[in-house]
Nanobody, 128 residues
């Protein structure tokens, strides 16, 4: 099982990045995929999530209206389009997977909510 993130980098405030989460080794459309981020000295934040079954989505208040999550089931890949980036968005971004039956959007912000698989992360740095 693998989740591999890519697309991170350095961008100026107001710029955009698109992160990718490529999955392998499990039945992609039986799982929901989420993006989390963690900045130095801060806890994990659930940023966005998508059901690969019905396309329903979740966004944290901090990114709503700026980030868009999407899924390409044919490519086993979930994307996170990040626009209007701010220095406060700087963090390591991780994707994670959970079997669809256990997906509860209201628990994404709960650090005790356990995910089945995690990627290694990709660094996003937004300069002011």
């Amino acid at each position: 099982v693998q989740l591999v993130e890519s697309g991170g980098g350095l961008v100026q405030a107001g710029g955009s990045l698109r992160l990718s989460c490529a999955a392998s080794g499990f039945t992609f459309d039986a799982y929901a995929i989420a993006w989390f981020r963690q900045a130095p000295g801060k806890g994990r934040e659930g940023v966005s999530a998508i059901s690969t079954t019905d396309g329903s989505t979740y966004y944290s208040d901090s990114v709503k209206g700026r980030f868009t999550i999407s899924s390409d089931n044919a490519k086993n890949t979930v994307y996170l389009q990040m626009n209007s980036l701010k220095p406060g968005d700087s963090a390591v971004y991780y994707c994670a997977a959970i079997i669809e039956e256990l997906l509860i959007f209201g628990l994404i912000a709960d650090p005790r909510y356990e995910w089945d698989y995690w990627g290694q992360g990709t660094q996003v740095t937004v300069s002011s």
